[in-house]
């Protein structure tokens, strides 16, 4: 068995053990003799390809439990039927600490296969025709738009929020793939460092040739990284530069395309509807949903606030009507989400998950607009897709801080189980409030100020001494 092959199959083995929750994940200095393929192995532009596809293949998949810590799902009664998912609902300690393993672990080494490939492309560059130095160049593009999404993710989770000016740690930018004990660049550091990342991913993007290989989703584009430059602004409150980068990525005909209105629509992955859709093993879904079978099954639902009316085009494929039975004589209707499940439940299997959707600017430019004082343009934006859909618009008077106050929860509406709400309200310093079973009262109230929204620093990577403090509340952990 070559090198490659027997990295793939290492890569799909990997893949399918970081979606299982809570599994103890490896430190970020594993031996580079161990982790990387043979330099010589990547000798042309398809297996240059090869090798990246492990960057894609490693990047973590964890919208479900990022729904979990934000406040877009409820718990039935049927909710202790998964005490894994019961336990990340109540932010409890060792679920964090956990969540946080794997995670950093798993961003991580999607940052590390991206390295592997970027450090050898000069060498190779060398040795390639003009027409392959153009397609190699836009690989190098896809290598650093990768490893910018897992930069921002990382940020997003592991440092506080970006205007805490007290706590300024960010995460560790590596660019080597040699083993290193490296500081915790800050906040504003990690920024720019992304920002860079995607601005040369753009130039590669706009001035080279695509391969002649696959086609969205699987694979980020310019939309892609023109998507997360948007997030990265919005991230860091520069909402001139959020509103600039928007521009083009907003038609200026909003199309019925863009809303997925079938069950098959989410199980492809259709280029309509996503900017980059990350592929998934087969055991991915089935281990999500393997409990529940039914959405009468369901362990977790939609809040109220988010149901979808039946005149919304979204109520289709983005929510599941369903019936609980509480009791002998009780029952109660709810929605749950039913973005993949109305395919799981069908018998179908999913191949990809949404990581950008083609939705997703509309509400970045509608939120850089308002905050950026354009309050007609941002209303206009979000009440015409709104009308698009059949939703009830935002009225004429609505303006400032209820104008955003409507586009985030639209956003939250919109995007639930997708992973970003939860990046929303940290940023924001909004409340998360969680419910007891079918929302009967509030269990659980964390304010913006509540060091359990900033995931602990791994206890795998203590050892590193030049790693700096834990995150601010949390213990001193140890491996």
């Not at 004990?181 to 504003?188: I, Y």
């Not at 039913?338 to 439940?345: C, E, W």
Request: aromatic share 8%.
């Amino acid at each position: 068995m070559s090198l490659l092959l027997r990295r793939s199959v290492l890569r799909t083995l990997c893949s399918v053990l970081a979606v299982v929750p809570f599994l103890s994940a490896c430190s970020l200095d594993i031996p580079v003799e161990n982790e990387l393929t043979d330099p010589k192995a990547i000798s042309s532009v398809q297996t240059a390809y090869e090798a990246l596809a492990s960057a894609y293949s490693s990047y973590p998949k964890v919208e479900l439990e990022l729904s979990l810590l934000s406040d877009e799902l409820v718990p039935t009664h049927r909710a202790s039927q998964s005490p894994q998912m019961a336990q990340l609902y109540a932010y409890t300690d060792y679920a964090l600490q956990s969540l946080a393993s794997d995670l950093w672990s798993g961003y991580y080494e999607t940052i590390k296969d991206a390295n592997a490939v970027l450090v050898r492309l000069p060498d190779l560059r060398s040795r390639l025709s003009s027409a392959e130095q153009l397609q190699l160049d836009y690989l190098a593009g896809e290598a650093k738009t990768i490893k910018a999404l897992s930069y921002l993710q990382l940020l997003q989770l592991f440092a506080t929020p970006y205007d805490d000016a007290e706590h300024t740690g960010g995460i560790i930018l590596k660019d080597r793939v040699e083993r290193e004990e490296l500081p915790r660049n800050t906040k504003a550091e990690t920024v720019q460092a992304i920002e860079r990342l995607l601005k040369e991913a753009l130039t590669a993007f706009d001035t080279t040739t695509r391969p002649p290989y696959g086609s969205a989703p699987g694979f980020v584009n310019a939309a892609t990284a023109r998507a997360l430059l948007a997030r990265l602004y919005l991230y860091a409150g520069d909402w001139a530069k959020a509103e600039e980068v928007t521009r083009t990525l907003v038609p200026a005909m909003l199309s019925a395309s863009m809303v997925p209105t079938t069950p098959l629509a989410w199980s492809q992955g259709a280029s309509t509807i996503t900017l980059f859709a990350s592929s998934v093993p087969v055991t991915y879904y089935n281990s999500i949903y393997a409990q529940a079978k039914s959405a009468t099954n369901a362990t977790y639902q939609l809040p109220q606030r988010s149901y979808f009316a039946s005149t919304d085009l979204r109520h289709r494929s983005y929510a599941l009507d369903s019936t609980l039975q509480v009791d002998a004589i009780t029952t109660r209707s709810l929605q749950i989400i039913g973005k993949y499940a109305a395919f799981l439940f069908a018998g179908g299997l999913p191949s990809y998950n949404c990581v950008v959707r083609t939705t997703e600017p509309i509400f970045l430019r509608a939120e850089a607009l308002a905050r950026s004082g354009d309050a007609t343009a941002a209303r206009d934006l979000l009440n015409s897709y709104l009308r698009l859909v059949g939703a009830d618009e935002v009225a004429s008077t609505v303006t400032g801080t209820a104008l955003i106050d409507a586009i985030i929860a639209e956003k939250a509406r919109e995007f639930a189980g997708e992973g970003l709400r939860f990046f929303d309200l940290k940023r924001l310093g909004l409340p998360i409030e969680h419910y007891t079973p079918n929302e009967e009262r509030v269990s659980l109230t964390l304010p913006a100020g509540s060091y359990k929204r900033t995931l602990p620093l791994p206890a795998s990577e203590r050892s590193n001494k030049n790693l700096g403090a834990q995150n601010p509340g949390w213990p001193e952990l140890t491996h």
